[in-house]
């Protein structure tokens, strides 16, 4: 191993003299330094193995190197990489039809990003151009990216220093029912949380509200789910005042809950939907999807939004294979088995260990609350991110979320039952090492 280890030297001294350091949960030019991928498993330059329960960056949740996206890939590097923005392309054409095939009525229309802050930004600006409004709202434990406009309604995090954001957005009670802000309990409360928001934003509004947009299941947030209708009483509320709601399916779509998109649980469809991360299956491709009716008044209205690769051929190729991944191998059917045997394997874990206070998610997206115990239900940030710690160096990668106090795991559909015991065993494993050291000190 002395020449992977040199090499991985190598690549943290060029990191650390040449890339710029601005990462989400990272800010130190350290290992590992990652070299391949396949399936549910990624390798660093040292050859070790990794579990991958956060698919990738959340994007790779149909597997890292899927062949079928690796197919599609190569067929437009060999036909058009590059596409004209102001034209159409066979890609393009083909993956808004593949969209419109598997969206509910009437949603229909797509209009292609290369990022999910690019479909974010997108969708608020049609929003505000359909109702001749400005204001946006979104519940305050909300993600829905980190650009200065998608960041001025993101309430998980990623706010402080980068002040002041774009005006005209307001951050809504979220329903954090594990312990909600209101101290209400579902389903006494009548989502009070709603009344609350709705009475607050009322009373800030300029007059000129124009969306809500809100994620079915809150991801970033601390993988919060949302009683059931939450959502559609959201919808209601906006439809009174003349908003839309846009929901952003960008970590929660394209079956990853265990149908194909989140907000169908509530029996709705939005006004607006927005779709990302493995939508690309690894490659950087985003979509906004809404109605003809909203596209026809935008349009004519004189809205435009483009970037210089957002219909390119080459992203828009995996697009169409994603999707058809996600049809032809039942990826909802498979998110349902695969979240349904990791919340069992924790719920076990949750009868050993009493600092696990809460076990909650759908399909592919779960999550657990650490907390110091389960009566008073104080976050344990410090046992979170030693468990994490210890998980990545026994092989097992995931997202530590709320300050550690949340562990998120996102297994790629790819994940067989083996590697589910297996994760859940370096889980256990890890727990019990922190736990262990902490009564020692």
């Known amino acids: 191993m002395p020449e992977a280890t040199a090499a991985e030297a190598g690549y943290l001294k060029m990191a650390a003299e040449f890339s710029f350091r601005a990462r989400m949960d990272k800010s130190s030019a ?23 329960f956060n698919s990738g960056q959340m994007c790779s949740a149909l597997g890292h190197n899927h062949p079928k996206i690796a197919a599609a890939i ?3 590097a060999d036909t058009m990489i590059h596409a004209h923005s102001s034209h159409y392309n066979v890609k393009e054409v083909e993956l808004a039809a593949a969209i419109g095939s598997v969206v509910p009525r009437p949603l229909q229309k797509s209009l292609f990003g290369e990022s999910g802050a690019d479909a974010n930004e997108m969708a608020m600006m049609i929003a505000r151009k359909y109702t001749g409004g400005h204001e946006i709202a979104s519940p305050h434990i909300s993600f829905h990216g980190l650009s200065d406009a998608t960041r001025a309604v993101t309430f998980s995090g990623w706010h402080a220093n980068h002040g002041p954001l774009p005006t005209g957005t307001y951050a809504l009670v979220a329903p954090y029912c594990y312990r909600c802000p209101l101290a209400q309990t579902y389903p006494a409360c009548e989502f009070a949380c709603l009344k609350t928001s709705f009475e607050l934003l009322d009373a800030q509004s300029t007059g000129r509200p124009a969306a809500v947009i809100t994620e079915p299941l809150f991801s970033a947030g601390g993988v919060i789910e949302p009683p059931i209708g939450w959502l559609k009483r959201l919808q209601e509320m906006c ?20 149908a194909m998109f989140g907000f169908e649980r509530d029996g709705i469809v939005p006004d607006i939907v927005t779709i990302a991360k493995h939508f690309g299956g690894g490659v950087g491709v985003s979509a906004v999807v809404t109605s003809a009716k909203i596209e026809e008044k935008v349009v004519e209205a004189g809205y435009a939004a483009t970037h210089s690769h957002s219909n390119d051929p080459l992203i828009c190729a995996a697009g169409t294979a994603s999707i058809g991944i996600v049809v032809d191998e039942n990826v909802p059917a498979r998110a349902a088995h695969i979240g349904a045997r990791v919340i069992e394997r924790l719920k076990d874990l949750q009868q050993r260990f009493e600092g696990i206070g809460d076990i909650r998610g759908r399909g592919m997206l779960v999550g657990i609350e650490i907390v110091t115990d389960r009566q008073s ?18 092989g097992l990668i995931f997202s530590v979320r709320r300050n550690g106090s949340v562990l998120r795991f996102v297994p790629p559909q790819t994940t067989t039952d083996a590697q589910i015991d297996d994760a859940m065993e370096i889980l256990e494993t890890s727990f019990a090492d922190v736990l262990k050291a902490k009564r020692v000190n």
């Open 30 to 52: 350290q290992g590992p330094v990652f070299q391949s991928a396949s399936g549910s498993v990624v390798r660093d330059v040292n050859g070790k193995e990794y579990l991958d």
């Open 74 to 76: 190569k067929e437009a």
């Open 377 to 394: 239900k104080k976050p344990d940030g410090a046992t979170g991110n030693g468990v994490a710690r210890a998980c990545f160096d026994k």
């Open 239 to 258: 439809h009174a005042r003349g908003m839309l709601l846009i929901c952003d399916e960008e970590q929660t779509g394209l079956g990853k809950l265990g």
